[in-house]
Structures are given as C-alpha cells and as structure tokens.
C-alpha cells in the first residue's frame, strides 16, 4: 500500500475526445456481422516448474474489447500467444467463433496480431507491409484470392484511415514511434479477421502519445467491430480500453467483468490491490465489535475519502462510515489534487483530496470514509465478503 | 610514446616479412627469361612473355575454370545447406537443436586431412575422379562454419518478424524467402566470401581427386606443371600471380565484411 505512485489519469480518458476519423471511412464496412467470439477450456501451459496458465474456462464474447492484465510473468502474453496459436497448451481446447483451433496453425484462426515491438518487415515499404498478408492469401488461393488491384485499393484505405496516406513508400525505419505502431494495426486490420490480438501496443510509445493512441483504439474497435483482445500490465489502460477486463495473476483468473465491476467489486485483494494509483487502502478492522468473530480487513480507495481534517469535527452523517486517523508521513502534490501517506498503528494508508486543502508532513489527519466505499475482505483467503 | 613505436615497428617488419615474397614473385614474374635471376627490384625491361607462356602454352585457363566452378559450386552448396540448417534450428526449435550445433561446431575443428582417406575412397567408388562432382560434393563437410555463423544471424532476427509473418499465413519457405533471407542479405555476403576464399585455395583435395592437368584446380594444377617438363619458372610464377589475384581482390574489396560477418555473428 505504500507503494504510492504518481496517479495517472481517470478511469476513462479519452472517451468523449475521440477525433474523428479524417476521412471518410470505407473500412467501417469491413465485419458485417459481428463474430469473433473466444471460448477456452480447461487450458493449461507452464513453462518448466512456472505455472503460465490454468484456465478452467474463460469466454471472450464477440465483439468485446478484452484486456488482459496482470503483473509482469502472470502468464497475459502466454494466453494471448496461445489464441494467436504461436503456443501451444498442454491441456484443454481453445475455440474462435465455435470451430475448435487449438490444433489450428496461427493462419488459419482467424486471428491477427500487433505485436509490442511492432514486427514490421524492416525490407519493406509500408505498402508491402501492410499488404504482405492479403498477398499471400492470393498467392494461396487464386480463385478467392483479391486481385492486386483490390489489394492495393484496400492497403490505401486502411492507410487513409490510420493516417498513414502519404506514409505508404517509406520504409519502417524512417517513421516515427506513433507511425510504426499505425503501420502495425493497418497490417493487423486489413486482412479483416474477426480477431486482433494486440501484445502490449501502447508501451514502445512516448508518454505523450499513449493517451491519443488510446482514443484511436477505442475509435477502431468500434469502426470495425471486431473482437479485439488487449494484454497491457498497465491497470489504467485496461480500465480506459477495455469493455471487458481479465485480471490474471500467476496463470490464474482473478476477476473477470466490465471495467466498472472490477473497480466496484474487486473479487479479491488482489484485484483490489491492482487496481487505482495510489492503491487501495487495506487495513485490519479495528472496530471492538468485529473483532471477535472472523478476522476480517478493510479496504477503502483513497479518493473514496469524504471528508479530510485536521482535527476538528468531521461533518455527522446518518450513516456516518468510518473515521480512520493517522500521521502524515510523506504528502505528494500531484497537480490538482495531493496524496498523503499516513501512518497508524495499525498500518499504512492514503488519502487523496483538493490540492487547495494544506497539509504538512507529520500532521494528525482524519479522514471519512462513507460505509458504501468500504470493501471488506476475509484475511485469510482475500476473497471479498 | 616509446611502446607505440616500438609496436609500429614491430608490424612493420611482420608486414614487410609477410608481403615480400609476394613481391618478388610479382617483380620476377615480370622479367624476361634471360633477366629472371637478376636482384633487381625493379623489372625492367619488363616482359609479358611469362604470363602469355603461362596462359597459352599450358591448361592454365582449363585450370582457372575448373577452379571458378569448385569454388563458386561449392559455396552455393555450403550455403544452400547452412541457411536450410540455421533456419529450420531458429524457426521450428527442433529439440535436437544444441546436438546439431555441436555437430557443426566439431565439424569445425576435425582436420581436413582425417577426411581425406573416406572421403577419397566414397568419392572413387562413385566414379567421381577427374570430376566437377568429385571436386565440389565433398567439400560440403565443410559447412559446419557457415551453419553456425548464419545460426548467429539468424537467431539475431527478432522472433516477433518470423512469428508476424506466420500470423500473416506465409508458410515456412515464404517465411524464410520473403522475410529472412532479404534480412539475412549482408550475412550471405560475408559468409559466401568467406567459404569461396577457402574453397579458392583448396589444395590436398583437388590434387588426389583430379589428378589429371585439364580436370584440376590451378592450385593443385601448379604444382603438376611444376614437377613435369612443363612450363619455365618463370610461367609457373606469373601462374601463381594469377592464382593469388583473385583472392587479393577479393580481401582488397571485402575486408570489412569478412570482419564484420565474425564480429556481429559473436564467434571469433
């Protein structure tokens, strides 16, 4: 809980900013019904004595925006692979759209993929990358194949739309960070299949560029209504990207739900601990009459504080919650708004609140946190009461 | 001060030693017939007539062809066969992938001459004497160097390149003909040098094998001129500086890839 970083942005940035495309968009037309629905049984892989994946069942709808996330080596990439069919599981049976692949070759899934360093071809122009896939299924098939005309037409529309039009003679290494990752999702998108899987996309880029590449995704799934599935160890952009979020942790599921839910109702401390910067606050009831019975902890989110004081009264509510009290260890500002870290005796917690309101390290401190805000947990197995 | 110039000329008299027969050889190459003992540095008067000897009067010509096709045969084959190695190591991961390096790498160090008895009697017994296949086949147990340094290469390649192409539904030659091997293109370079410089200067083999003067390489083919009533010294040495050009073109040309083709491959 100490673990305070700087707190990024709110849940859903973006959102309400989506530029419009510049273009008009003839890619929109691309997936007429929405398919693309995931379903995984029973999978297992591990990689030596470390569990990747245990699974017991995990279904992905169609037309979600899923985001797996999860700590570093909690197995998000392994079970991303394992869609793309670039791994194989030990155990249990992977379906796309009803037709069982867990046998199936990665291009005969109908997968496509952006991978976290991109993979562009360094030999090629944009163009050719982009087109690369859609060529090779002409050369595989010459009846249904496209024409080179055809291919070259939608490789150009998939380039306007990503507004990579007059980028479509350069080779890789003369485009920047942002270029390259478009390049990537253009060369994923046109082949048209019904699911992208995308490895970590957002991380080669700038800070500065996360946020409108964020908003461009968002834009994407919905113009080409796809399945798109998202691993990012970032919990701020698996509660902004996603519609569906997949918390896994050492090749287990954790919760699975709607943004929203999983920030409501962490199924567990360790969701509850994963998610928001600063972290949830979890501390040992202290109340005398709970202490009897089960041992039980508490966790409030740190802006869930209604009220902030020094020392005189705090506002009286009819439900008045529960007052925790503490000393200011270390104040953060961070812009519009301050984090201070307090100290009791029963632990750690933080607390988030106007910047206008003073605070001084080594201050008394009592905060408000209203009954609805509060997450109880049982000590001993995480799981929520 | 001291210790830099006592090295300068330290390498000095190493390359002074290492170039000077070299020159002697170009210089008297040059000379007359009746001049060809004389000390002089310089050659003069200078004389064609040992190179119009050596190219006309004798197979020297049959000799240089016979060697252009063993070398550039054999290093088409040595690579045809490493890159089909390298990659089928680095694209499908076999589990037998740390033996078949350590094969390769043992074939490095095997010397040439414990093959030569085998490889001599397997060869006879095919009929292959005197033959373009009995100097060119053979030499593909040589290719345990090119194996491992376009390993190194290879491997070098991200994976995510290879993975990206099969997701995009190539196959594994597509992979390897549209992906890799445009990636791989200074590394062949290097490495093709590499081998035809060594095949180039084959010796011992092409001497058992191809015994007979108009069926064998120039450097074996030399030393057969010399030992029969054949040309004059003076032929048999401007025949050795036309032995030695190509390959001194070559390094002149190419050095830096040599060097770099072991130096970013990690094996030196």
């Not at chain 2, 001049?35 to 540095?41: A, D, N, R």
């Amino acid at each position: 809980m100490t673990n305070a970083v700087r707190p990024s942005e709110p849940a859903a940035p973006g959102r309400t900013l989506i530029p419009a495309p510049a273009r008009a968009n003839p890619a929109t037309t691309a997936v007429a019904a929405v398919s693309g629905g995931i379903k995984l049984r029973s999978v297992r892989k591990s990689y030596g004595s470390t569990l990747a994946a245990d699974l017991p069942a995990l279904d992905i709808p169609a037309g979600s925006f899923t985001v797996l996330v999860g700590p570093s080596g909690c197995g998000k990439s392994t079970l991303l692979r394992m869609i793309a069919g670039l791994e194989t599981p030990e155990a249990g049976q992977i379906h796309i759209d009803g037709r069982d692949v867990t046998t199936a070759g990665p291009g005969e899934r109908g997968v496509a993929i952006v991978f976290q360093d991109f993979a562009l071809y360094p030999h090629m122009t944009v163009a050719r990358n982009v087109g690369f896939g859609l060529t090779l299924e002409a050369k595989h098939d010459r009846r249904n194949g496209l024409s080179r005309a055809e291919i070259q037409r939608r490789v150009g529309d998939m380039c306007d739309l990503l507004g990579l039009g007059d980028k479509l003679a350069r080779k890789p290494r003369e485009l920047s960070g942002g270029e390259r990752q478009r390049v990537a999702l253009a060369r994923a998108l046109v082949r048209r299949k019904p699911v992208l899987l995308l490895d970590e996309p957002l991380s080669n880029l700038d800070a500065g560029r996360r946020a409108p590449a964020r908003a461009e995704l968002i834009r994407l799934h919905r113009e080409v209504a796809g399945t798109f599935v998202l691993v990012t160890h970032d919990q701020a952009e698996a509660l902004s990207l996603g519609t569906r979020v997949v918390v896994l942790n050492a090749g287990r599921l954790e919760q699975v739900g709607t943004p929203e839910e999983i920030w409501r109702r962490p199924a567990n401390l360790f969701v509850a601990r994963f998610l928001g910067s600063p972290a949830m606050n979890i501390l040992p009831v202290s109340r005398e009459a709970d202490s009897g019975d089960q041992r039980r902890l508490q966790g409030w989110r740190p802006a869930d504080a209604v009220a902030v004081d020094a020392a005189g009264p705090l506002p009286a509510r009819d439900d008045p919650g529960q007052v925790f009290e503490g000393v200011v260890d270390v104040a953060e500002f961070v812009g519009d708004r301050r984090v201070a870290h307090c100290v009791n005796d029963h632990g750690t917690w933080s607390v988030e609140f106007p910047a206008a309101t003073p605070v001084t390290v080594g201050q008394r401190l009592r905060v408000l946190v209203p009954a609805e805000s509060l997450h109880q947990f049982d000590a001993q197995t995480g799981v929520r009461l | 001060m001291a210790v830099a110039s006592a090295w300068h000329a330290g390498v000095l008299i190493v390359i002074v030693a290492l170039l000077f027969p070299l020159f002697w050889v170009a210089v008297t190459s040059l000379r007359p017939a009746n001049e060809l003992y004389s000390t002089s540095p310089i050659p003069w008067p200078m004389s064609t007539e040992n190179y119009r000897d050596a190219l006309f009067r004798f197979p020297l010509r049959m000799m240089l062809l016979n060697t252009v096709i063993m070398a550039v045969g054999a290093t088409v084959l040595q690579l045809a066969v490493a890159i089909g190695a390298a990659y089928a190591v680095v694209r499908f991961r076999p589990r037998w992938t740390g033996a078949l390096l350590l094969l390769a790498g043992a074939a490095v160090f095997i010397p040439p001459q414990a093959l030569i008895i085998p490889q001599f009697l397997a060869a006879t017994h095919l009929g292959w004497r005197n033959s373009y296949l009995g100097l060119i086949v053979p030499q593909l147990a040589a290719c345990g160097l090119p194996i491992l340094l376009l390993r190194e290469y290879l491997a070098a390649i991200p994976a995510s390149l290879i993975e990206a192409s099969i997701v995009d539904g190539a196959r594994p030659a597509q992979t390897l003909r549209l992906v890799v091997l445009p990636l791989l293109r200074p590394a062949l370079a290097a490495v093709s040098i590499l081998v035809f410089i060594n095949t180039w200067n084959e010796y011992l083999w092409p001497t058992l094998i191809a015994p007979q003067a108009n069926r064998t390489t120039i450097q074996a083919g030399l030393q057969l001129l010399g030992n029969q009533e054949g040309p004059t010294s003076g032929a048999l040495l401007a025949a050795a500086m036309i032995t030695t050009l190509p390959v001194l073109a070559i390094y002149a040309f190419a050095s830096r890839r040599i060097t770099n083709a072991f130096l970013q491959s990690g094996i030196k």
